[in-house]
Every structure is written in C-alpha cells, then in structure tokens.
C-alpha cells in the first residue's frame, strides 16, 4: 500500500441475549445487504457486512490453538477478481489455523490445485444456483433489503472412524447453507465433514473436536468487521492532525433508521436433523423441513459497541478509537432486529442510484479526550485547514498487486480455471452435459457443467468409498424432489424485503437431469 492511504478498520459490535447451549443445531439470521462505499475503491478494500462466527461447541483446553469455525457472510475480499459496489455472497469455512479454507464450490485458500486447501471442501447440493469461484453474486444494486441465511446440518455423510487411512475419526455434520432470497430458497451448499477434520491427521489430539463431529456453539458474536476503508491524514501548520475517509454509507428506510439485522435464531437437532435422519432410514418425507417450535430467538438488548479506527499506513494506533456514537445510536423495535438512528447534525441523507443512504461523517478531528487518551472526533469539511490538502484528496481505486506495470482496472482479472487433465477429478468420471455459459453483473463469464451430484469434484475428495458416495446419492435425490426452491426454510422475518441472487446464477437442470445433478463451475474469467 502507497504511503499516503491509511484506513478505517475495525467492528461493530451487536450485544444480545445469551440462549440455552441446547440450541446447537445451527443458526439463520437476515442481515441487509448494501454498497458500503459508493464505487468499489480496489481490492485493498476487504470487509464483510453483518454476520457471524460459527464455532464447535467443543470445549477444548485453555490457551490451546485450535482454530476453525464457518465465518463467511456478504462483503468483498482482497482476493476477489470480479468485485463491484455491490456485496458478494462466500461460505468462510477455515479449517485448523486456516490451514485452508473453503469459501464455496471450487472456491478455497490459494489458485494452486496441487495444493487445493479448502478448494475441495464444499459440495455443490441446490441444482438451482450456479455458484461462481468468486463468490455468490446478488443481483446488482442491492440496497437495503435482507438476505437470508443459515447454517444447519443435515445428515448425508455417515461418520467414519478413520480419515484417509489415519486413526482419527470423521464426523456426520455436513454443514449446510440454507438461503431465504426473493428468487431461490433452501439448501444451496455443503461443508464435506473430513474439511474439517483432515487437518487433525496431523494433530491427533483435537480428534473429533471440530464441526464435523461436534455440534455449533450457540452463544456466538454476531458484528460487522472491516479491515480496509480507504482514508488519508494530514497535519495542518499548526500542528494538529485530520483524516478524511471515503464516503460511507448505510441504506435507510422511510423512518431514516438503518436497519441493519433481523430475525436472528439458534435450532436444536429436533428441527431438523431428527427428522431428516428418519426420512433418508426409510420414514415418510420432510416436507416441512425446518421445525420452527424447535427455534429460539436472539434478542438484541438495543446497544452496540464500536472499534472502528482511523490508522495511520496500516499502523493500529489502540488509543485513536472512531467516535462512531458521535453521531449513530443503536437501536431495536422489539429486540428482533438491529440497527442505528442517526444524528442529522453529522449523517447526510442522499438519494443515490440504489436507494436512499446516510452518509457518515467524512472528516476526523485528532483530539485527546477528558481521559488524555486521542481519539478521533468528526468535524465539518469547513472547520479542516485548506493547507491540510484534504478536501482536494480523490479516492482513486488502489490495487493490492506487486506489478506496477499493470493498469489499475486490469489487475486481478485473470481467469478462475479448474484442472484439465483427463484423469483429474473434473474429468473422471466427469460431467454429463455442458459446457454452458452465464454472465452475471459483475462482468465475468462463468463456463459450467452439470454433474451427477455423488461424482462432482469435492465428492470425489471427500474421503467416502464408492458405495458410501452412492447412498449420499440416494439421499440427494430425495431432497431434490421434494425440497424445492420456492419453499420456506427458515424462520422468517416480520418485515423487510429479501435480497435477490443474480438472475443469471438461477439456473434449470436440462431435461432428465432433474433429479441428483447440480451445476459445477469450471472457469470464470472476464466479459
């Protein structure tokens, strides 16, 4: 990074009730989705929405290393390729100490498939949504509305005793990501359990203490992090110190609030797991598929906490906290939802191409506080010294990448590619139809193929025999004839539109393939 962009990083705490440790079957929750900054400022840029951490509920020694959860959500990421103002969707599986990690279909920890770490560890289960290796598109423009979703798990992979021929076990838990958007709901996609418990091959002593063996912790944090905002700072003559950071915004409704989650809720086994296991044993259908009475809800206690920061060239600086309450104020209706009033002394209201938005202040003020401590303290564009030379700063898009010699809006476009070679695991046994082609709003074009869902590449990977790979077919093919994509799974919430996925990212399996087949993609490269 240039010596001149500094940056806001930090989070948004969102404090809420704790819930009984018996609800540790899974989570859902609608968090909004929204262009945090106006134009998309490079690949520096990385932050999520809000969100998660998903954590095993095993309660491992004190001081011990062991760290591994499901923690995707909606933001932008500094290894994306196809970003734009609008949010994408990945899945954030890490395995032990991010050995790897796993953020979709085809999608993990590197580009090098001789070392795929974590690009093996999801399994493509909806054979409605194409999901692109850089990440799950929402239809362009989303502002303000809520996408849903969750994790539970289903159980379509039995435990094993070994892993690979090592004397460590394997869990059941195939973690699933259930969607509730206005164009595709249910089961989209899986964590094949040995994800996470490979790495332990390695450290036989956390055997059987991650999610594929152990239920989910469900007292988690629920905040927003981000760790690159682009921003600049100046001394003025007379010594003291401005920062000036790129427009900010939040999506408000007619009541100018910001409504930031909504319908946050923790499952226990009998919603869905009991009576799943019992359908695919040979028991009636689940045509209900998630048991709502087995839910219990989060309820947000209408306060929030605030790391945010202005610092200096990447360097944290603890003492110089971002005075967010300066001008926002948490708030919730019935303790379901969660979100911010604004202060109109400081916050905007503007009418954009998406939607109305409050912008946050712009300007900082390096101040000590009745403590002694510095912090940063908004102030008016006219209070800041025009020798600080900040009103005149452009935020230009700024690239993470070694190669100067390469035009901004060219870096990190290469193509998203899959092995070729025949006997690869992409071509043997291989697809049954393709390739064809879908071109989402980002840009990019993402060549796919439809495969039999027990022979597509993270199957293969997944550390199961033939036979085992079979009757997680056979289950498979149950859920797509009866878990379609216009049911309702999760709890829903009480108010609020829901997000769209990118239309060109729905797709229809060809005649005679409707049953037990998805979508896999191969490539993805630019339009």
């Not at 539970?152 to 435990?159: A, G, K, M, Q, S």
């Not at 899986?190 to 450290?203: D, L, M, R, Y």
């Amino acid at each position: 990074m240039s010596a001149d962009y500094n940056t806001m990083a930090g989070y948004l705490i969102v404090p809420h009730e704790q819930v009984p440790e018996t609800y540790n079957g899974g989570f859902s929750m609608y968090v909004t989705a929204w262009p945090l900054l106006e134009r998309y400022p490079g690949n520096y840029f990385q932050t999520g929405l809000f969100g998660t951490w998903m954590f095993s509920q095993n309660k491992r020694q004190p001081g011990e290393k062991a760290y591994s959860d499901i923690e995707g959500g909606l933001g932008w990421w500094r290894d994306s390729r196809f970003a734009t103002a609008t949010p994408k969707f990945i899945m954030g599986g890490v395995a032990l100490n991010f050995c790897a990690w796993a953020n979709g279909p085809g999608a993990g920890k590197g580009r090098d498939w001789d070392a795929p770490q974590g690009k093996y560890g999801v399994a493509q289960l909806s054979p409605n949504v194409l999901w692109p290796p850089d990440g799950l598109n929402l239809k362009q423009g989303a502002c303000g509305e809520l996408f849903g979703y969750g994790y539970l798990p289903l159980p379509l992979i039995p435990p094993k005793s070994t892993t690979e021929g090592a004397d460590v076990p394997t869990g059941g838990n195939c973690w699933t990501l259930f969607l509730d958007t206005k164009n595709v709901k249910g089961p989209i996609a899986f964590f094949t359990p040995i994800f996470f418990s490979k790495p332990t091959i390695q450290a036989p002593h956390l055997a059987g203490t991650f999610l594929d063996s152990q239920p989910s912790n469900p007292n988690r944090q629920i905040q927003m992090e981000t760790q690159y905002v682009p921003a600049r700072i100046a001394v003025a003559a007379d010594g003291e110190t401005y920062a000036r950071i790129a427009p900010t915004h939040f999506p408000v409704n007619a009541d100018g609030e910001s409504v930031m989650l909504n319908a946050a809720v923790c499952y226990n086994a009998k919603a869905l797991w009991d009576g799943v296991k019992d359908w695919f044993e040979e028991g009636d259908p689940i045509l209900d598929p998630i048991g709502h009475t087995e839910a219990r809800a989060y309820t947000f206690l209408g306060r929030g906490n605030s790391t945010w920061s202005i610092f200096e060239n990447g360097v944290p600086r603890d003492a110089r906290n971002h005075m967010v309450w300066d001008f926002a104020t948490p708030f919730t209706t019935d303790g379901s939802d969660f979100g911010y009033r604004w202060d109109d002394q400081w916050v905007a209201r503007i009418e954009t191409e998406n939607g109305p938005m409050a912008v946050i202040p712009e300007y900082y003020h390096l101040v000590k506080n009745s403590d002694g401590k510095e912090v940063w303290e908004p102030v008016k564009a006219d209070d800041v010294p025009e020798q600080a030379g900040l009103k005149e700063v452009v935020f230009k898009p700024h690239w993470h990448d070694d190669d100067d010699t390469v035009a901004p809006e060219e870096k990190h476009m290469g193509p998203y590619v899959t092995p070729e070679e025949k006997g690869s695991c992409w071509k043997t046994p291989g697809p049954v139809a393709g390739p064809f082609q879908a071109f989402p709003g980002d840009g990019s074009v993402v060549t796919y193929y439809w495969y039999r869902f027990a022979d597509q590449p993270a199957m293969l990977n997944a550390g199961l025999t033939d036979a085992e790979r079979e009757k997680v077919q056979t289950h498979v093919e149950k859920l797509h004839r009866h878990w379609t994509r216009d049911k309702d799974y999760l709890a829903a919430p009480a108010k609020g539109e829901l997000a769209e996925i990118d239309p060109a990212l729905i797709v229809t399996p060809p005649a005679g393939l409707e049953w037990g087949y998805v979508p896999i993609a191969t490539r993805q490269e630019k339009r």
